[in-house]
């Protein structure tokens, strides 16, 4: 089939691509900030402020699906970009949830998450694949082996050299230079458009009770604005 | 795009994190922390981050209690969002207790459930159980109970 070349609105195009390095530079981040500064609305993140970090009732994402208009094209792209494997090409079954519908999945595994991300045609009763909007969500983000600000820099490298382009990133998701973008998390991360521009990150070193600790000690997100 | 690499040195290990659209981020955060019992760990909003500014959006992220984040939830100021571009996403109760948790919560909190896996073809592991609800944006939330191993 022949995918329609359909971009979402929330795209960033690619001449504002090359400007977002500069997020990782504090004066233009400041300078973005202004209006909100000088108007006294500013306010920090205040991540350990928040009371979080207790058990939880979920453990973690268990699997994701989303719609793609070429099952063969999106499948080579996880496994080529993100060296995710291929479990199973499902035939054509009913749609769960829209009479008259039906979807075809293909279910890709990571290395220590099976079938984690379901690639999904959906057809109309016509028997037409759908083009995804991509206004359901923002990103989703992949760990990478080892979860280390290394691998990341290194898995940004590899795919760089392999003809992948990143819409951001490498980033570390932090105030601290080089690599922090002033966000939080503190997740190192690079982002990539798949085929149907659902907007991928690959992650690792992301924040938990215990190393933000080891970083910021009991110092209050006020303290840090 | 030219590729040239048949298999990454470093690969994907798990999906990790998932960030979706909300149109209402009071009402979709009151629905997940008070069903999942999400615990919220950060803001990302226009008057506190560039980022966020120039895109846009508002962003709340929540903690299913060991990384920083494991859901966030986007408003953007200026587009809609709506249901084309996902089919579903799958969130996994710690244990039996959990699962039984949310879904007497979610009966509770009057929200129609779906018994099951959503998709007919995916997998499950026998004993294993899982049921299906919509959040007040309409995205499907499956809940699947961890099998300890």
């Known amino acids: 089939m022949t995918a329609a070349s359909y971009v979402p609105p929330n795209v960033l195009p690619p001449l504002l691509q090359k400007f977002a390095p500069l997020l990782k530079r504090k004066w233009f981040r400041e300078l973005v900030l202004m209006p909100p500064t000088l108007t006294r609305r500013r306010f920090s993140n205040k991540t350990e402020d928040y009371g979080v970090f207790q058990p939880s009732q979920i453990a973690s994402i268990g699997q994701l699906s989303i719609y793609v208009q070429d099952i063969e094209r999106s499948r080579r792209w996880y496994e080529q970009l993100g060296g995710l494997r291929h479990s199973r090409t499902c035939e054509q079954e009913s749609h769960p949830f829209k009479p008259g519908w039906s979807i075809r999945c293909c279910y890709m595994s990571a290395a220590e998450h099976e079938e984690c991300l379901v690639l999904v045609e959906e057809c109309d009763p016509d028997g037409k694949v759908t083009v995804p909007s991509g206004m359901s969500f923002f990103h989703t983000a992949f760990e990478l082996e080892g979860n280390r600000l290394e691998d990341v820099l290194a898995f940004s490298d590899q795919a760089k050299n392999a003809g992948f382009s990143r819409n951001y990133g490498p980033v570390r998701h932090n105030s601290e230079p080089p690599l922090g973008d002033g966000e939080t998390g503190g997740n190192v991360a690079c982002y990539f458009y798949d085929p149907d521009y659902h907007n991928v990150e690959f992650c690792g070193a992301m924040d938990t009770i215990e190393n933000y600790r080891a970083r910021y000690g009991e110092t209050k997100g006020s303290a840090r604005a | ?149």
């Open chain 2, 1 to 149: 795009m030219n590729v040239h690499v048949e298999k990454p040195h470093i690969a994907a290990a798990k999906l990790q994190h998932h960030v979706i659209y909300v149109s209402d981020l009071k009402r979709s955060k009151d629905f997940y922390m008070k069903l999942f019992e999400l615990q919220f760990s950060a803001l990302n909003h226009p008057d506190s981050s560039a980022a966020m500014r120039l895109s846009n959006q508002e962003m709340h992220f929540f903690s299913f209690g060991f990384y920083h984040h494991d859901l966030c939830l986007v408003k953007h100021h200026k587009l809609k969002m709506d249901n084309n571009s996902m089919l579903h996403f799958t969130l996994m109760a710690h244990d039996k207790a959990a699962f039984d948790g949310i879904r007497a919560r979610a009966t509770a909190m009057g929200i129609p459930v779906r018994d099951g896996r959503l998709i007919a073809s995916a997998k499950t592991s026998p004993g294993q159980r899982a049921f299906c609800l919509q959040d007040p944006d309409r995205h499907w939330i499956e809940i699947i109970e961890e099998q300890r191993r």
